[in-house]
């Protein structure tokens, strides 16, 4: 069982039950474009096959304020598949306390992908706020770059200790296929 708290501002991080399913894929379904989407019946699959992978839900004074799905991968590392916020609260500090929560949690560092930018992709914008947050929140690019799910990406860490051999683990564990370059 997972279970952060912060008590400030009465947060909560915690494993996802059904009772937040239907907050859940919504704001999965909003965050990320189809073909970066794996089915939901998917996802709690692996989480069910695997204890390794952890599908969580952010809840900030009983509302669902943001969702995570996730690979441990030893004791303090974790590698980031989805992290999203709730589109109605964004830019309320959410999702820096959702990373300060789950930084705090993996010292050894944590690894996710980022839309690759400068490629005057249609949501360029967002691409580039994406990436600066991360920025901002000392997730920093590893300097590799991914390409999976129909999309190429930024590898960003918090930390040099966690690396891309500890990232395509992650990705064999979830069953999927990268190409990196």
Not at 151 to 175: C, N, P
Request: hydrophobic share 40%.
């Amino acid at each position: 069982m997972l279970e952060f708290y912060q008590k400030d501002n009465d947060m909560i991080l915690t494993n996802f039950n059904t009772n937040d399913e239907t907050n859940w894929q919504k704001i999965y379904l909003n965050a990320f474009p189809a073909h970066e989407r794996l089915p939901f019946e998917t996802l709690q699959q692996k989480v069910s096959d695997n204890d390794q992978i952890k599908m969580l839900t952010f809840k900030s004074n009983d509302h669902v304020a943001g969702i995570l799905f996730l690979v441990t991968l030893a004791d303090d590392k974790a590698f980031i598949l989805y992290f999203a916020v709730d589109a109605t609260i964004r830019g309320k500090g959410i999702g820096s306390q959702m990373l300060s929560c789950l930084k705090q949690r993996y010292t050894g560092g944590i690894v996710l992908e980022s839309e690759i930018v400068g490629t005057n992709a249609d949501n360029e914008q967002q691409r580039l706020q994406r990436y600066q947050f991360y920025q901002r929140n000392g997730v920093l690019d590893s300097g590799f770059v991914a390409q999976n799910m129909g999309g190429t990406f930024h590898l960003l860490r918090t930390s040099d200790q966690i690396t891309v051999a500890d990232y395509l683990k992650a990705i064999d564990i979830l069953g999927l296929t990268t190409t990196m370059q």
